[in-house]
């Protein structure tokens, strides 16, 4: 699916809610952020070679909630807002200096959980644009690649119904 036809698909289940596989009791949504402000993509640009799909999908949404547990709030993924994202950067680049290279963008972190989903953007590199899960206790050389892009890494996720299809 294209960044499109994925907003359009979480945007038609936007504030429904259903059981959440394997929990009945538990409900989910899916939740669409309006358009990140033209600074915040500016920020975000001049600090990383954005790679396009991420680029248009903050120029659609800012933040995205998948398959976000409305009860209790221990399941779901959130992207974050380009702001949010360099902040989680930096955060992430100081606690974890080893395993960070010059280029990856924190654009998601699961709730209840210390996983984080990272973009390759340095455009020089043979892997820009892949995403990546980073795992909390593991080395890089351990992190799952889980997309081609953010695009496939989303398809593959809403295909999977929230599950963490990658090995953790």
């Known amino acids: 699916m294209t960044i499109d036809e994925i907003l359009a698909l979480i945007g038609s289940q936007a504030g429904m809610t259903q059981p959440m596989p394997g929990f009945p009791k538990w409900q989910m949504r899916h939740s669409v952020g309006p358009p990140s402000p033209p600074?915040?993509?500016?920020a975000a640009s001049d600090s990383?070679?954005?790679?396009?799909?991420?680029?248009?999908?903050w120029a659609e949404a800012g933040t995205l909630r998948l398959f976000e547990e409305i009860r209790y709030g221990q399941w779901g993924l959130v992207l974050l807002s380009p702001l949010e994202a360099i902040r989680e950067t930096m955060s992430m680049g100081e606690q974890r200096s080893e395993d960070m290279l010059p280029g990856?963008?924190?654009?998601?972190?699961f709730k209840a959980?210390?996983?984080?989903v990272v973009v390759r953007c340095d455009a020089q590199a043979d892997d820009f644009?892949?995403?990546?899960?980073?795992?909390?206790?593991?080395?890089?050389?351990?992190w799952p690649l889980v997309g081609e892009d953010l695009a496939?890494?989303?398809?593959?996720?809403?295909?999977?119904?929230?599950?963490?299809?990658?090995?953790?």
């Open 152 to 168: 496939d890494f989303l398809t593959q996720f809403i295909s999977a119904g929230g599950d963490q299809y990658w090995p953790h």
């Open 48 to 57: 990383f070679a954005l790679p396009v799909d991420l680029a248009h999908l």
């Open 39 to 42: 600074a915040e993509l500016e």
């Open 129 to 142: 644009g892949r995403v990546l899960i980073a795992l909390p206790i593991d080395f890089r050389q351990d």
């Open 104 to 109: 990856d963008l924190v654009v998601g972190a």
């Open 113 to 116: 959980e210390e996983q984080r």
